[in-house]
C-alpha cells in the first residue's frame, strides 16, 4: 500500500489502497491462526500472545522511527522504503514455495549403467 500512496495522493487511490490492505489484513489474519493451530496444537494462546507482544513491540517502534525520519527525509522515500520492505517480505514468503516447484538437484558427472545381460 505505500507504494500506491507514494505514487499517487488522491483519494480514489487512498479508497482502492485501503480495500486492498482490508483484503490482505483478513487473508493474514485467517492464514495466522491455522499456522498457529499447526504448530502449537494446545498451546495456541502462549504463541499467539507472544505474536501480539512482537506486534505491539514493533507498533511502538514504527511511529517513533517514522517520525524522527519525517524531519530528515522526503514522505516519498519513506513511502517507497516502506513498499520495498514489503515486497522484500512477499519474496520471503513465496521463496520456499518456488524452491518447492523448482528443485535444486546436483547433477552427476558419471552415468553408471549396469549391463544385466551377462546374467
Not at 522515500?77 to 520495498?84: E, G
Not at 518447492?100 to 551377462?118: A, E, L, T, Y
Amino acid at each position: 500500500m505505500p507504494m500506491l500512496y507514494g505514487f499517487s495522493e488522491s483519494y480514489p487511490v487512498v479508497l482502492i489502497g485501503s480495500g486492498i490492505q482490508g483484503i490482505g489484513d483478513a487473508i493474514w489474519d485467517i492464514g495466522i491462526m491455522a499456522y498457529v493451530f499447526r504448530l502449537a496444537p494446545g498451546r495456541e494462546a502462549t504463541v499467539f500472545g507472544l505474536h501480539l507482544l512482537l506486534f505491539g513491540i514493533r507498533g511502538t517502534i514504527g511511529p517513533l522511527l517514522s517520525t524522527g525520519l519525517s524531519e530528515t527525509l522526503p514522505f516519498s522515500i519513506m513511502l517507497f522504503a516502506a513498499s520495498i520492505c514489503g515486497w522484500v517480505g512477499v519474496v520471503i514468503f513465496l521463496l520456499p514455495m518456488i524452491r518447492s516447484r523448482f528443485p535444486i538437484r546436483p547433477q552427476s558427472s558419471v552415468n553408471i549403467r549396469r549391463n544385466h545381460s551377462d546374467s
